[in-house]
């Protein structure tokens, strides 16, 4: 508990004043005092502290930390090490782009619901919903680490309704249209054409494919092990645990592959091949 009491403090130019002093002791063990004018404003305050501290939503609000920093810290200590480098990527061009111009130089206790109100209406013209959504997200995300260790007291981006998104359909392909397709990359591009047939057999996606190396074919049972993806001639794990999966390929088309594939040496079914064609 803290304690209120009254005390004199000396004014630079040597005369006295008056004050009601609070002390108390914060969730990190450190003791705080705060001077008030009067007692009922001393009371107050800390009858609001005690009880933050006791449900559990204190924080020692950082006054002086700017957007910009909170944003450095959190790409440094956070998305650096446990966010893919697609996403690590895609952070920045947020933050650089669109975040900092707006919150850069703002201290995170002065980022208001209405600040950022402000903010999605100002890149209402030159952004898509989405992209917007996205910048909200991550501007939550860094405001949410903040609250997490105590330097801000709520994280104002909870109280932001996202941008409604406009309903797209999906345009797939049909039958003739695949095989129009796949006989005009067979005879076009045959570089590519192994590649476009296992992404149309198999729904796997462009770095699962890229990232695919022969150990991962069980020839036996005509199945492919989806378990690396490769970004930037790096091999990481899949976008999402979901992602490790197995699927079934038709035994022709696997035949294909080995004919076509085989005669590069590489460990990769695709890689190679398309090297090569852009050399």
């Known amino acids: 508990m803290g304690s209120i009491y009254k005390s004199t403090k000396t004014r630079k130019d040597g005369t006295h004043r008056e004050v009601w002093t609070i002390d108390y002791v914060d969730i990190f063990g450190k003791r705080k005092r705060q001077d008030f004018k009067t007692k009922s404003e001393a009371y107050n305050e800390l009858k609001k502290i005690e009880d933050e501290i006791e449900n559990g939503n ?48 703002m201290k995170l206790i002065d980022i208001t619901p209405k600040a950022i109100e402000k903010f999605i209406q100002a890149r209402k013209e030159g952004l898509s919903a989405k992209s917007i959504n996205n910048c909200i997200i991550l501007l939550g995300s860094i405001l949410q680490r903040a609250l997490n260790n105590g330097q801000i007291g709520q994280n104002p981006v909870s109280k932001i309704r996202r941008l409604s998104l406009p309903h797209q359909e999906m345009r797939i392909l049909t039958i003739d249209e695949i095989e129009q397709v796949l006989d005009i990359a067979k005879k076009y591009y045959p570089n590519f054409y192994p590649l476009l047939l296992m992404a149309i057999m198999t729904g796997m996606r462009r770095g699962e494919l890229l990232g695919l190396t ?21 091999l990481i794990e899949p976008k999402t645990p979901a992602s490790i999966r197995e699927t079934i390929a038709q035994a022709n088309n696997l035949q294909e592959f080995d004919l076509i594939c085989h005669i590069f040496q590489n460990i990769y079914l695709f890689l190679s091949r398309i090297k090569r064609k852009l050399a």
């Open 214 to 234: 022969w150990d991962r074919i069980n020839w036996e049972t005509k199945k492919i092990y989806v378990t690396k993806s490769l970004y930037r001639n790096i």
């Open 58 to 105: 204190y924080a020692q609000r950082d006054k002086t930390l700017t957007f910009e920093k909170a944003a450095k810290e959190y790409m440094e200590l956070h998305a650096e090490i446990y966010c893919k480098p697609a996403t690590i990527k895609a952070y920045f061009c947020h933050i650089n782009c669109h975040l900092k111009p707006a919150f850069g130089s």
